[in-house]
């Protein structure tokens, strides 16, 4: 076999690896998995197909793809991990917020003398 040859095969064996892949695998709509289909989907669009194409692959539209692309586009596993866990920070600190301003509601109504 020729050189060109050989590299058309290793990029139909590239394509055909990623569009199993795509197929395959279900989208687990959390930060890790849209990652991965974002990821599988990049190598996809490099390689020639439409963006129609891989969002049939994926079973999600063409908005929530470019949704995720905008949202997830430039992240790594680790960015996403640190981003989950501020999320579950940001999250346990709105709850204490959400407590104080209760208590300092009840303290108001008490020093009223609305009870």
């Not at 989208?27 to 599988?40: E, H, K, Q, S, T």
């Not at 190598?43 to 692959?57: E, H």
Request: proline fraction near 1%; hydrophobic fraction near 50%.
């Amino acid at each position: 076999m020729s050189l060109v040859a050989d590299a058309a095969v290793g990029l139909a064996a590239l394509i055909t690896a990623a569009w199993e892949r795509i197929a395959t695998e279900p989208v687990v709509v959390d930060g890790l998995g849209i990652l991965c289909a974002a990821r599988d989907a990049d190598v996809a669009l490099s390689q020639g197909a439409t963006i129609a194409d891989v969002c049939k692959k994926l079973e999600v539209s063409e908005q929530t793809f470019h949704r995720w692309r905008t949202q997830f586009g430039g992240m790594k596993a680790l960015d996403m991990k640190q981003l989950k866990e501020l999320q579950r920070e940001n999250g346990a600190l709105k709850k204490l917020v959400a407590d104080q301003a209760l208590d300092i509601a009840m303290l108001k109504e008490l020093a009223k003398g609305n009870f």
